[in-house]
């Protein structure tokens, strides 16, 4: 398959699996409710996120993350079209990592912060809330490092 179909494609299921569960979750629960699925391991918590992933940077102006996500999108972009077809792991890591991106980029466009809801925790050690689009973007970058690991990249411009 054309390496532009297969990261239009992954990275648009990636968007709208992101809003649509971000819809839900606007839709099904209130700001900070918390909805128990697995105890001591997995909630269900709404929050919304004014920082970068995972709160860093909170407090940061609004306009410093539309930037950097529009950037961070060209960047994955151009990356995508410099590779070769033949490079389909980091056509795929990327796709995830454009897709999240973007979904993202959404939220801060329609409501100025980020919509989370998956909380992880053992005990007392609790990962920051995320979303799908999160996730995707760590999906992303762990192909990324797999790809690296596993040299496809060596021979490829």
């Known amino acids: 398959m054309n ?16 809003q ?5 979750i606007q839709e099904v629960m209130s700001s900070g409710q918390s909805i128990y699925v697995i105890e001591d391991f997995f909630n269900l918590t709404y ?3 004014r920082g970068g ?10 306009v410093f993350f539309l930037v950097v996500s529009f950037i961070a999108i060209v960047v994955v972009i151009v990356y995508i079209y410099k590779l070769h077809e033949r490079e389909r792991l980091l056509i795929v890591a990327l796709s995830f990592i ?16 980020v919509i989370d809801f998956i909380d992880l925790y053992i005990g007392e050690y609790h990962w920051p809330a995320f ?23 060596k021979g490829h411009k």
Do not use: Q
């Not at 390496?3 to 992101?18: E, G, M």
């Not at 992933?53 to 609004?62: L, N, P, R």
């Open 3 to 18: 390496k532009y179909i297969s990261a239009l494609a992954i990275s648009t299921i990636v968007v709208i699996i992101d």
């Open 20 to 24: 649509i569960s971000k819809y839900i």
């Open 47 to 49: 929050i919304r996120n």
């Open 53 to 62: 992933a995972f709160g860093i940077f909170y407090g940061m102006d609004e």
């Open 98 to 113: 454009l897709g999240g991106a973007i979904g993202n980029l959404i939220d801060r466009i329609l409501y100025g912060e």
């Open 131 to 153: 979303n799908i689009a999160d996730l995707s973007i760590t999906i992303g970058v762990l192909m990324v490092i797999l790809d690296i690991f596993k040299g496809s990249h």
